[in-house]
């Protein structure tokens, strides 16, 4: 049986060795003392009426015995923890490089060679990697349960996390600092995959997402963007408010907007709303709703977006 996550970077082992080691002196020590209490009341029990109590007070030996015990056993913990701690915060020289955003609430990732991915980080295989993070509005957290690698994405300061990957494979990562509404949607992939591929993937350009979805029709590619592009964090499709409109009926249907105007949902105003969410001139903010959606410039191509389109013209 499995009791930890799968281990999948090279600090995996060490943070689960320390994991061991204080579970083991915590059972132990429970084991210990629930024998002793027992034990006790039953040794000492009141046997008769006038049993006395002796006048005890203190046993220096022994009091001095449970202090310093204790203590180095969490001495050695601290030491064991803070040797690995040490490694996990200190950048390795020559890591590969990765920007990370986080908003509300979505993840975007940031390569070396100006490739940009949304909620999907790809890394390569056994080789070091550096994460530079930072959040665009509240607290969030960057964690890997597989790399045993947790750090909080703070504004207006950078955080970090190192790790080198030893596994290859697609792993969650979660945002664990509540952030709001849609926290618990704010789930992104690491995609760790072998230096060959991990070329490929680099030097691939939007085609290759084109490729990934051959022979599928465009409103299945659309729904399955959906979710990996994180829009479900903030759109419903059975009509229900979230923090943005439902996208049920939303095609053709007419809008209005926070300055008064009114469009018709076409084609064209649905591209603009995923270009440019909220700023003006295109940007318009619908009625009744706060202008907190991300702009998807540079992080959808084309077809994609056209997609998303065909997939919304589905949703009645
Ligand atoms: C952080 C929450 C959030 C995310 C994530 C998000 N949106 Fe939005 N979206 C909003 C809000 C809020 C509005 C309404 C305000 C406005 O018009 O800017 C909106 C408006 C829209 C509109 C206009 C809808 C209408 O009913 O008139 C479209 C189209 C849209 N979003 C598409 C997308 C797509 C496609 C994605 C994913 C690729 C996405 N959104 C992701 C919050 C979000
Ligand atoms: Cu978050």
Wanted: glycine letters at 6%; charged letters at 20%.
């Amino acid at each position: 049986m499995d009791w930890l996550p799968t281990s999948a970077s090279t600090f995996a082992p060490q943070v689960d060795s320390i994991l061991w080691l204080v579970t083991i002196i915590s059972v132990v020590s429970c084991i210990l003392v629930g024998f002793l209490l027992i034990y006790f009341v039953v040794k000492y029990r009141k046997r008769s009426d006038n049993d006395q109590t002796p006048a005890i007070t203190h046993d220096s030996f022994l009091e001095t015995l449970w202090t310093v015990i204790p203590t180095i056993l969490c001495i050695l913990i601290f030491i064991y923890g803070y040797v690995y701690y040490d490694k996990y915060t200190t950048p390795t020289k020559g890591a590969y490089e990765i920007n990370v955003t986080a908003q509300r609430w979505s993840w975007s990732f940031a390569y070396p060679n100006g490739k940009k991915t949304f909620n999907e980080l790809y890394v390569p295989l056994n080789k070091p990697v550096r994460l530079v993070m930072q959040s665009k509005d509240v607290l969030h957290s960057f964690f890997v349960p597989a790399f045993r690698v947790k750090q909080d994405v703070i504004g207006n300061r950078y955080t970090f996390i190192n790790f080198t990957p030893t596994k290859e494979g697609v792993f969650d990562i979660y945002c664990t600092e509540y952030c709001g509404i849609s926290h618990s949607d704010m789930l992104a992939k690491v995609h760790v995959v072998s230096d060959v591929e991990y070329a490929k993937w680099e030097s691939g350009d939007s085609a290759d997402v084109e490729n990934a979805y051959a022979g599928m029709a465009p409103d299945k590619i659309g729904e399955q963007l959906y979710s990996s592009k994180g829009c479900v964090a903030c759109h419903s499709i059975d009509g229900a408010n979230g923090v943005g409109p439902s996208w049920k009926n939303l095609f053709g249907l007419e809008r209005e907007f926070i300055d008064g105007t009114k469009e018709i949902a076409d084609e064209n105003y649905i591209k603009t709303s995923i270009l440019y969410p909220v700023n003006p001139p295109q940007g318009k903010v619908v009625k009744g709703y706060a202008p907190v959606m991300p702009s998807y410039q540079g992080l959808l191509t084309d077809s994609e977006i056209t997609a998303i389109i065909e997939y919304i013209k589905t949703i009645k």
